[in-house]
């Protein structure tokens, strides 16, 4: 029997179950997201368990498929989710025969090899999750991601998290107008960051931490659309995707995801060079800006303080200067806060969310206290009066942690008596 009439059969078997049983749910699959999913599945060098050809007429029933219900006896295939399912090998182009998918999920598995470029041809893709896993750069097309990539207009979520792809970020990412998230964090992209993000204006999250980038912050991250006037709220989003969900009828999945989003810009453990752009004050809707372990120069912008919704601020291991602007007392919501081992000096500012930072925010500045001594000279090295430079020696001025304080201050206060008798 060939692999038509195979088909045919659990085709005829689904209708007869059909006029059996009007109420039973079919689960008969449309022949060509049956034929992608054999030949997905015959790619891999693992077997998928719960994927098989007896149990069911079709693959709505196999682990990790959703389809949709629109039609009665073929129902297209909406969903493929199979995340943590020790899948090793690769991924060939047969999944582009899933013409309708919306969610492709094949995170935290042994996957390896390059993206098949038919991987992003799947013109109705919403969610692609491939991170944690052994993925490298796609060679063929010089850069680090198949152009076709970025023709994808229904992307909302990107998430090659946790694998070796190497190569440049395309200017094509421009392109996803659509997307909400893209977390391209622990890779081996390089190169310089490409300045297109004013283009994403539905971005809420980017991640690109632990990467090889070079060159400046791109400039157009302070243009985000959605970070600074959140034109499209979140429970927007939500009761879009929520509407979405509903009228597909599977447990697609979107709406936990999207609802999950906490704006973030992470560039944090790169090779980024020269300032922090003042104009990052724009993003008032951002929660998290983490630029730590960069060679960051330059002051940290006194208007900063415009990011009103900024939970964490985390600039530390940098080579930043000058001191910390008294502005950012007025950063209400921050609860992490740290710009150690830069080259900061002055005095720490003490009002505002300030007081609650602990003194590891601000070790690794030799210039920087909590008394009016430290001051910054024009040249921005720090000028010490005798009294104060013994406090520095110490090395342990007022800037102390809640559990060691008691010990630590007890012998400050011996040694300050010691030396103002
Ligand atoms: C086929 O799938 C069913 C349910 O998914 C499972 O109980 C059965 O063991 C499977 N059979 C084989 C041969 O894998
Ligand atoms: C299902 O049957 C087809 C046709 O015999 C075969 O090519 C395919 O590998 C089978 N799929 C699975 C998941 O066993
Ligand atoms: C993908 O699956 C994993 C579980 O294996 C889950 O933790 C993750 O949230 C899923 N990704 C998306 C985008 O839903
Ligand atoms: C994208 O989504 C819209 C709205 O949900 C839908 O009408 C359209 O068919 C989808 N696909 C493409 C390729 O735009
Ligand atoms: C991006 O879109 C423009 C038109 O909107 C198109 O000309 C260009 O080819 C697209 N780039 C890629 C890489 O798809
Ligand atoms: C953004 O806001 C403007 C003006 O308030 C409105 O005209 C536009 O439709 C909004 N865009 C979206 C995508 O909601
Ligand atoms: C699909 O499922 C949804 C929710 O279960 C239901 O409201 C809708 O009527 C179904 N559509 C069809 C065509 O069966
Ligand atoms: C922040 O600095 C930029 C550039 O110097 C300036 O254009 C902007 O108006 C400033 N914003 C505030 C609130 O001071
Ligand atoms: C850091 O940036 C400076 C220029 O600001 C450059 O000269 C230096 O080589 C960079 N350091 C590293 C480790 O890349
Ligand atoms: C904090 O904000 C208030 C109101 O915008 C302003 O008057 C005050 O000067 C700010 N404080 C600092 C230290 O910038």
């Known amino acids: 029997m060939g692999f038509r009439g195979f088909y045919l059969s659990f085709v005829l078997l689904a209708l007869s179950f059909e006029l059996q049983n009007l109420n039973s749910e079919t689960l008969t ?19 998928i368990a719960g994927w098989n050809n007896t149990s069911s007429p079709g693959c709505c029933t196999w682990t990790g498929i959703t389809c949709d219900n629109s039609t009665v006896s073929c129902r297209r295939v909406v969903g493929l989710e199979l995340g943590s399912k020790k899948l090793a090998g690769k991924i060939c182009g047969s999944l582009a ?17 390059s993206l098949p470029d038919e991987l992003f041809s799947l013109p109705n893709i919403e969610i692609i999750d491939l991170s944690n896993n ?12 198949p152009e076709s990539l970025f ?20 200017n094509g990412i421009s392109n996803l107008s659509n997307l909400v998230k893209l977390d391209i964090s622990s890779n081996l992209f390089s190169g310089v960051l490409p300045d297109i993000f004013g283009r994403l204006a539905r971005l809420e999250h980017f991640s690109a931490m632990s990467n090889l980038f070079t060159g400046e912050i791109p400039k157009s991250l302070t243009e985000l659309q959605s970070l600074i006037s959140g034109n499209i709220t979140r429970e927007e989003l939500v009761s879009s995707f929520q509407l979405h969900t509903a009228r597909q009828g599977g447990p697609i999945l979107s709406y936990r995801q999207i609802s999950s989003i906490r704006p973030t810009l992470d560039l ?12 990052f004050w724009n993003l008032k809707r951002l929660h998290v800006l983490n630029l730590k372990e960069n060679n960051l120069s330059g002051p940290i912008p006194n208007n900063l303080s415009g990011m009103t919704g900024l939970e964490k601020l985390d600039l530390s291991h940098n080579k930043l200067s ?58 921005q090295t720090p000028i010490y009066s005798p009294r104060e430079k013994k406090k520095i020696i110490i090395g342990l001025p007022f800037e102390i942690g809640a559990a060691t304080g008691f010990v630590l201050t007890v012998i400050y206060c011996f040694m300050s008596e010691l030396s103002f008798p």
């Open 29 to 47: 699959c449309h022949v060509d997201d049956f034929r992608a999913l054999n030949g997905f599945s015959s790619c891999l060098e693992s077997t």
């Open 97 to 113: 025969g899933l013409s309708q998918l919306r969610v492709l999920n094949l995170s935290h598995n042994f996957l390896q090899g």
């Open 134 to 145: 052994a993925f490298v750069g796609s060679i063929k097309n010089k850069g680090s991601l």
């Open 151 to 170: 023709q994808l207009k229904n992307l909302s979520e990107l998430n090659l998290q946790g694998n070796s792809i190497s190569g440049s970020l395309s």
């Open 268 to 279: 944090s453990y790169n090779n980024l060079q020269g300032p922090i752009w003042p104009d």
């Open 322 to 379: 000058g001191e910390i602007p008294r502005s950012l007392v007025n950063l209400s919501f921050v609860s992490t806060f740290d710009v150690s081992y830069n080259h900061l000096c002055g005095k720490i500012p003490e009002e505002g969310q300030f007081d609650t930072f602990p003194s590891a925010s601000f070790e690794g500045n030799n210039g920087l206290c909590h008394s009016e001594y430290c001051t910054c000279q024009s040249d």
